[in-house]
T-cell receptor, first 119, second 111 residues
Framework: EAGVTQFPSHSVIEKGQTVTLRCDPI?????LYWYRRVMGKEIKFLLH????????ESGMPNNRFLAERTGGTYSTLKVQPAELEDSGVYFC?????????????????FGPGTRLTVT | DAKTTQPPSMDCAEGRAANLPCNHS???????VYWYRQIHSQGPQYIIH???NNETNEMASLIITEDRKSSTLILPHATLRDTAVYYC????????????FGKGTKLSVKP
C-alpha cells in the first residue's frame, strides 16, 4: 500500500511569488491534515479536511494560505504571495474515516514533507 | 487534550534498550497515549498507542502506569536508525482532530 506522498520535495521561491504544494493521501483515507514546522519551532497544525470539506482550519496563519481538496482525494496548499517567514517544512498526513475501525483510535500517517525556502 | 512532559534529550548505546518517559498527569479516562517519532528530514512516524494496558508491536513496547499518569516507550534493541525526536501525545478516543506536537525527546543512539 502506498503511503502519503507529497510534491515537490523541495521548493525555492522568491518573496512575493506563489507556490503550490500537493499531497496525495493514502487511498481510502477520508481525513487529510496539513502541518508545518518553521525553523527552530515545533510542528504546528494548519488544517484538517474530512473528504472535501474543511473540518478545522484554525491553524492557518493568514489569508495568504489557501488549501483545497477537490473530490476528496488529493489536496493542494497554495501560498500567495510567499513571505520569508513561510519558509519551513510542510507535512501532510492522512487517517481513516469516522468509526471504521475499533477502538476508534486513529493514527495519522505522514508524508515526507515539502521543504519550502522563500528568499 | 491533556498536556505531556518529556525530557528534552536522552542518549542510548546501540543494542541496548531505550526507555523514553512521558508524564501526562492530567490524562482523562477516555484519552489514549500515542507515540510518534521524527527521524531527521522525514515526516513524523506513528509508533504505538495505548489506553491502559501495556502494548507491544514490531517497533516498540508501551508501558502505561496503573494510574495512567505516566508512560514509557521502550525500544528493546536500539539501533543508530532509531536516532530521532520522539513525541508523546495524548488524544481523546475517537478524536480525528489534529495532533499537538510538543518539543519531544531527542534520542541519540550512539555506537
Amino acid at each position: 500500500e502506498a503511503g502519503v506522498t507529497q510534491f515537490p520535495s523541495h521548493s525555492v521561491i522568491e518573496k512575493g511569488q506563489t507556490v503550490t504544494l500537493r499531497c496525495d493521501p493514502i487511498s481510502g483515507h477520508d481525513n487529510l491534515y496539513w502541518y508545518r514546522r518553521v525553523m527552530g519551532k515545533e510542528i504546528k497544525f494548519l488544517l484538517h479536511f474530512v473528504k472535501e470539506s474543511k473540518q478545522d482550519e484554525s491553524g492557518m496563519p493568514n489569508n495568504r494560505f489557501l488549501a483545497e481538496r477537490t473530490g476528496g482525494t488529493y489536496s493542494t496548499l497554495k501560498v500567495q504571495p510567499a513571505e520569508l517567514e513561510d519558509s519551513g517544512v510542510y507535512f501532510c498526513a492522512s487517517s481513516q474515516g469516522s468509526y471504521q475501525v475499533w477502538p476508534w483510535a486513529y493514527e495519522q500517517y505522514f508524508g515526507p514533507g515539502t521543504r519550502l525556502t522563500v528568499t | 487534550d491533556a498536556k505531556t512532559t518529556q525530557p528534552p534529550s536522552m542518549d542510548c548505546a546501540e543494542g541496548r534498550a531505550a526507555n523514553l518517559p512521558c508524564n501526562h498527569s492530567t490524562i482523562s479516562g477516555n484519552e489514549y497515549v500515542y507515540w510518534y517519532r521524527q527521524i531527521h528530514s522525514q515526516g513524523p512516524q506513528y509508533i504505538i498507542h495505548g489506553l491502559k494496558n501495556n502494548e507491544t508491536n514490531e517497533m516498540a513496547s508501551l508501558i502505561i502506569t496503573e494510574d495512567r499518569k505516566s508512560s514509557t516507550l521502550i525500544l528493546p534493541h536500539a539501533t543508530l536508525r532509531d536516532t530521532a525526536v520522539y513525541y508523546c501525545i495524548v488524544r481523546v478516543r475517537g478524536s480525528q482532530g489534529n495532533l499537538i506536537f510538543g518539543k519531544g525527546t531527542k534520542l541519540s543512539v550512539k555506537p
